[in-house]
Nanobody
Framework: QVQLMESGGDLVQTGGSLRLSCAAS????????MAWYRRAPGKQRVMVAS???????YYLNSVEGRFTISKDNAVNTLYLQMDNLKPEDTGIYYC???????WGQGTQVTVSS
């Protein structure tokens, strides 16, 4: 059974940084593609970043150049480094496993102006 546990969300000011973590279990993490999604207040959940098992990455246009997705296969953890945060980055961030369609519980990121 795949389990995903996010952490690292917080309240930060515009221009600040955060690093989100997602601890994964129940899968062969090293060969798994992974993704981060965001649900902004009043909006649908959207994918902000993804990474293939070979390390290829994809970013939502609005976060390109500010966010970095990465995996540490040694500790089965997915990361999302978020720099130069903006108020529109506010939302609940979810870790997602596309192979099993499993989701974490989410972690809240709030960026104040």
């Amino acid at each position: 059974q795949v389990q995903l546990m996010e952490s690292g969300g917080d309240l930060v000011q515009t221009g600040g940084s955060l690093r989100l973590s997602c601890a994964a279990s129940g899968m062969v993490f090293s060969t798994n593609p992974m993704a981060w999604y965001r649900r902004a207040p009043g909006k649908q959940r959207v994918m902000v970043a993804s990474i293939t098992f070979t390390g290829q990455t994809y970013y939502l246009n609005s976060v390109e150049g500010r966010f970095t997705i990465s995996k540490d296969n040694a500790v089965n953890t997915l990361y999302l480094q978020m720099d130069n945060l903006k108020p529109e980055d506010t939302g609940i961030y979810y870790c997602m496993d596309p192979k099993s369609n499993s989701w974490g519980q989410g972690t809240q990121v709030t960026v104040s102006s």
